[in-house]
């Protein structure tokens, strides 16, 4: 086998079967944000504009750093945003502008 | 953007939360969902009260109705047979509602099979019966580990099953999940129903531990 063809078989988050690490048993309570993240994820689904297939695939196109470095709903938002530019739902410049509201929001009127 | 989190180190789903603040000013992340939500609300794609409703029904979930359907499942062979059968429908006899399309397979522990859950993939999970599941079942030692040396892993959860009883992994999709009917514990015949439900565990459910009357806590 070459070097490169290994690479073939595996997408950044197909890792059954690999070596890991110890099990940490990590667990937190949900930011409100994050347990925002997951509602929307829900309500997406119900309506049929971003099912829990394309949201999985969502986060794989992300690549390998972000999957390696964002955290769990980081990676959903983030892949939320993208499949809706995709399907021409939002635009970028629409949801930057919309990203720049929501923080000036949030310094004029701090929570 | 994201200030305060650091990961030096490889550990890539390591979701650590702690070092921010209350009083900081929402994160790009936070902002980014705020900015969507608030356009698909715009665009009439979804109902401005419905992320509201839907955090409801997520509090709503815990592990609690996953001990209710295995203390049924122990006191009731007919509903243990129904549940077997189809995971979902007798979830939904005893009115636990499944809010998504998803179907679930429940897997018996038995003396000589002993049932684990994951999802190599990503985090597919009995959510309707269990709620959200812990970090530890996303992060990828876990999801890694769990198919390839299921023994090693329960060890590390502090589980021993004897080298006679089989362990059966079965990795969840998106559209089936599953949920571990564990057996149940020696000395609890005169048992309620109720003290039956209050010994199952979230863990036992996943498959990572054993229910033992001994060290739950329950009075007998």
């Known amino acids: 086998m070459n070097d490169s063809e290994h690479l073939t078989r595996r997408l950044p988050n197909d890792i059954g079967g690999l070596p890991a690490e110890r099990i940490q048993r990590t667990e937190h309570d949900l930011e409100p944000w994050e347990k925002r993240c997951h509602a929307l994820a829900d309500v997406l689904d119900f309506h049929k504009i971003i099912n829990t297939e394309e949201k999985r695939r969502g986060v794989e196109a992300l690549g390998a750093e972000m999957v390696g470095k964002l955290t769990y709903y980081e990676r959903w938002i983030t892949a939320f945003a993208n499949i809706l530019f995709q399907k021409g739902i939002l635009t970028p410049r629409e949801l930057a502008r919309k990203m720049d509201e929501v923080e000036a929001r949030s310094v004029s009127n701090p929570p | ?220």
């Open chain 2, 1 to 220: 953007m994201n200030q305060g989190r650091h990961d030096p180190h490889d550990h890539p789903h390591d979701d650590r939360h702690s070092e921010i603040s209350q009083s900081a000013h929402p994160g790009y992340f936070d902002v980014m969902e705020t900015a969507v939500r608030e356009l698909l609300v715009e665009k009439r794609l979804i109902g401005p009260g419905e992320i509201r409703r839907q955090i409801e029904v997520l509090d709503s979930r815990t592990p609690a109705l996953g001990s209710k359907v295995v203390a049924r499942a122990w006191v009731d062979p007919g509903f243990r047979a129904r549940l077997l059968a189809n995971g979902r429908s007798a979830c939904e006899e005893l009115g636990i509602s499944f809010y998504d399309d998803t179907q679930l397979i429940v897997l018996e522990n038995t003396d000589k099979v002993h049932n684990l859950i994951v999802c190599t993939l990503c985090s597919c999970y009995p959510r309707p019966v269990l709620g959200l599941p812990p970090d530890w079942y996303k992060l990828k030692p876990y999801r890694a580990r769990a198919v390839s040396e299921p023994r090693a892993v329960l060890a590390e959860f502090g589980t021993v099953i004897p080298a006679d009883v089989e362990i059966l992994v079965s990795d969840s999709t998106a559209m089936v999940r599953y949920l571990v009917l564990p057996k149940r514990p020696e000395g609890t015949r005169e048992y309620t129903e109720e003290q039956l439900a209050g010994l199952v565990t979230r863990d036992a459910m996943i498959g990572v531990a054993v229910i033992d009357v001994e060290t739950s806590g329950v009075p007998q």
